[in-house]
């Protein structure tokens, strides 16, 4: 079983930058490929970015390409995205979901077995 916490989230003017946070239990996050997924209210939750297990590999929805940065930290167990540039249309409740199968970098929900309780983040003046 493998238990995500997403952090960072909140309230932001457009044009600023939030960094959200999300931190995994067990001792194989490494072997994980993690996904960031964002849901706005009366819409599908859909794919932001993902990355490797060993952080060699990217993907990136492109509405955020140029301005929204994944990264992990094996040994804190944690995965990042640096989100720049922000609009308003970014407003979303995120999720981070980790993917077991070391080797498969999907952008599809159904292959990411375990979620996080989301993380609000507003874009507003």
């Known amino acids: 079983q493998v238990q995500l916490v997403e952090s960072g989230g909140g309230l932001v003017q457009p044009e600023g930058s939030l960094r959200l946070s999300c931190a995994a239990s067990g001792r194989t996050f490494s072997t994980y490929t993690m996904g960031w997924f964002r849901q706005a209210p009366g819409k599908e939750r859909a794919f932001v970015a993902l990355i490797n297990w060993n952080g060699g590999r990217t993907a990136y929805a492109d509405s955020v390409k140029g301005r929204f940065t994944i990264s992990r930290d094996n040994a804190k167990n944690t995965v990042y995205l640096q989100m720049s540039s922000l609009r308003p249309e970014d407003t979303a409740v995120y999720y981070c979901?980790?993917?077991?199968?070391?080797?498969?970098?999907?952008?599809?929900?159904?292959?990411?077995?375990?979620w996080g309780q989301g993380t609000q983040v507003t874009v507003s003046s």
């Open positions: 979901a980790a993917d077991t199968t070391t080797w498969r970098t999907s952008k599809e929900l159904f292959d990411y077995e375990y």
